[in-house]
């Protein structure tokens, strides 16, 4: 298999970012993942966040943004911060209902994507989508994941989380195959039927499978950890979240 690295979205830690921003970047280093992606920036400036990430050897791999700090003249700025990060990736997490009620808004949520992601090249950025379980639900009739991945110029990232996918229905490696060389960014999360605080490894998602998908069609080059509910304090969790990774990847 491919050597895909490995980060951690920092949304699954966010509370102890909260209190220890340099502490909770260490605890992740030290655990061995290789990059981070940020989801919010503590109220640092690009330039602290990058020199904390540079002395821990952490790549910054990209940044979870709200779709208002892409339209506009906003885009320019949200670009230029992340610059200085050292990425150009500017994923977006969640879209209010305005932009997602009907098949035809997500027909013109997918045009507006395009649209940002045509004026980000100018800016040496690239743009791209997170779903949640509503994308694989039917919505009259219709699957919002193809809706917006059909609608949408290929420049546009579809940023595949994987655990979300299967809650909602959907099926992560047809997915995958679907819309190839699109999901340069994965959201490794766990699927468990039965208990949302199951970590990577230890629920139902046939994760060879996926790699395997990411690793052919994909153009995947970063698997990000993404662990939302716990049983554990958060960092035990994102702890044993890369464990179990490592392991899978290793058999």
Request: proline share 4%.
């Amino acid at each position: 298999m491919a050597r895909i690295p490995i980060a951690l979205q920092l949304y699954s830690v966010r509370e102890d970012c909260g209190k220890d921003l340099p502490g909770t970047l260490k605890a992740v280093a030290d655990m061995g993942y290789e990059g981070v992606e940020f989801a919010g920036y503590h109220d640092r400036s690009a330039e602290e966040l990058r020199q904390m990430c540079d002395d821990l050897k952490l790549s910054i791999v990209g940044t979870h943004t709200r779709i208002d700090t892409l339209l506009g003249d906003e885009l320019e700025a949200t670009a230029a911060y992340n610059k200085i990060l050292g990425h150009n990736y500017l994923i977006v997490p969640v879209l209010g209902d305005e932009y997602r009620a009907t098949p035809q808004a997500w027909r013109e949520t997918a045009a507006t994507f395009s649209e940002i992601a045509a004026k980000a090249q100018a800016v040496d950025a690239r743009v791209g989508y997170h779903n949640h379980r509503i994308e694989f639900e039917a919505l009259e009739g219709e699957i919002p994941w193809d809706i917006f991945c059909g609608g949408t110029d290929d420049s546009v990232i579809t940023q595949l989380d994987v655990g979300h996918c299967m809650r909602g229905g959907g099926d992560p490696v047809a997915a995958l195959h679907k819309y190839p060389g699109r999901a340069q960014l994965v959201h490794v999360k766990e699927y468990d039927p039965e208990d949302e605080t199951t970590v990577v490894g230890e629920g139902v998602v046939p994760w060879e499978k996926v790699f395997e998908a990411c690793e052919s069609v994909g153009g995947t080059e970063w698997y990000i950890v993404e662990h939302e509910r716990y049983a554990a304090p958060p960092l035990e969790c994102v702890d044993a979240c890369l464990k179990n990774l490592k392991k899978i990847r290793s058999e």
